[in-house]
């Protein structure tokens, strides 16, 4: 089953994942303009893009733990996965910065004075360098550098997950849910590679 799902992906091109990242920003758009996402349709669309960068965020850090345990070589797809969850991010920060808070001076304030937005932000600006150096060149450029770069990536997932929890109000368990996630899928990447589920 896993070497079919293989040779199925091999035929699936990396860009086209960018094209479907795109589709859903859009449908955001058009339903706030068409009253769909409720009485805060900024808000609405603010939480529902910075989840989906989180989620691809996920994905993308899953795809190791899924090629060493399960077979599943999503390794093609990584980059565009990785690219993707900046681009949904950038989204989300855009949309609170030029939706939602609107005076430059607020924005200061919030990222000095709200522990939320402080740990959000600190993610943000760690995947900055990620996104500008997830090119074939930078990779020749930087060589070993490269793949201790972009171990930024854990701690753009914690700094992300956290946010996450410190946003909502009160104790949910969907934030936690997520936090876990993260814990869990960082506790398995650190598995030496000689062991794998059929050791455990």
Known sequence: MIDRLNLWLRAV??????ILGALYPVWLLYQGLTGALGVDPVKAMEHALGKAGLQILLVTLLVTPLRRFV????????RALGLLTFF???LHLLVWLVL???ILSQVWADIVKRPYVT???AGFLL???????????SVRRL???WSRLHKLSYGVAMLGAAHYVMLVK???????????AVVLILALRRIPKRRGLHSA
């Open 13 to 18: 091109p990396a860009w086209s994942l960018y």
């Open 100 to 102: 939602d808070v609107q």
């Open 127 to 137: 995947m900055v360098p990620l996104a500008m150096t997830s090119n074939n060149w």
């Open 88 to 90: 949904y991010i950038a």
């Open 119 to 121: 740990i959000g932000m």
């Open 71 to 78: 077979g599943l070589n999503l390794l093609k797809f990584r």
């Open 143 to 145: 060589g070993r550098r």
């Open 170 to 180: 009160g104790v949910q368990l969907e934030p936690l849910l997520y936090l876990l």
